[in-house]
């Protein structure tokens, strides 16, 4: 019943347009229960870059989309000694700037702070990211925005190829 309650009140305090700007895209996403998010951010060392006064958009994987990684990906991710690989992937899924939904249906690509795009596509009234299905848009947070995606992100591999 607790649990019930408690989940009521931090659904009420997102929908409410004042309290969600009021907290920073990290705990906007914590208060949401992007668990899996939270765990990689601060395993990234991302916490406080996006918890800063940057204005960001984050594309939010929910829990469900990291569980549907492949077995021993997200525990890979998590380890200390591979700090690099989840801040490549969760730079992915940040662009700079606030990207509110009316501006992202009027993209084609957006830039990410991973240094690589990510495509942009409006199909049957869905607005996807890659292959990434936008499920909720324009959670507001006081430096930014999230919107939540049902896959998790990946970057293509660049080129290691040396010229002879």
Do not use: W
């Not at 406080?48 to 991710?77: C, M, R, S």
């Not at 989840?86 to 009316?102: D, E, S």
């Amino acid at each position: 019943m607790k649990k019930a309650l408690l989940a009521v009140c931090l659904a009420a305090a997102l929908v409410t347009t004042g309290v969600a700007q009021t907290a920073n895209i990290v705990d906007t996403a914590v208060a949401a229960h992007f668990n899996t998010l939270a765990a990689a951010l601060k395993a990234a060392d991302l916490v406080d870059t996006l918890k800063g006064p940057d204005p960001y958009t984050v594309f939010a994987p929910t829990d469900e989309a990291f569980a549907k990684l492949a077995p021993g990906i997200l525990d890979d991710l998590v380890k200390p000694e591979n700090k690099a690989k989840p801040q490549r992937i969760l730079k992915y899924h940040v662009v700079t700037g606030r990207v509110m939904a009316a501006d992202v249906v009027k993209l084609r690509t957006a830039k990410t702070v991973e240094g690589q795009a990510v495509a942009v596509r409006t199909e049957k009234g869905k607005v996807m990211i890659n292959g990434a299905v936008v499920t909720k848009a324009d959670i507001a947070a006081s430096n930014g925005v999230i919107h939540v995606i049902d896959t998790v992100l990946m970057p293509p591999k660049t080129s290691t190829r040396s010229s002879r």
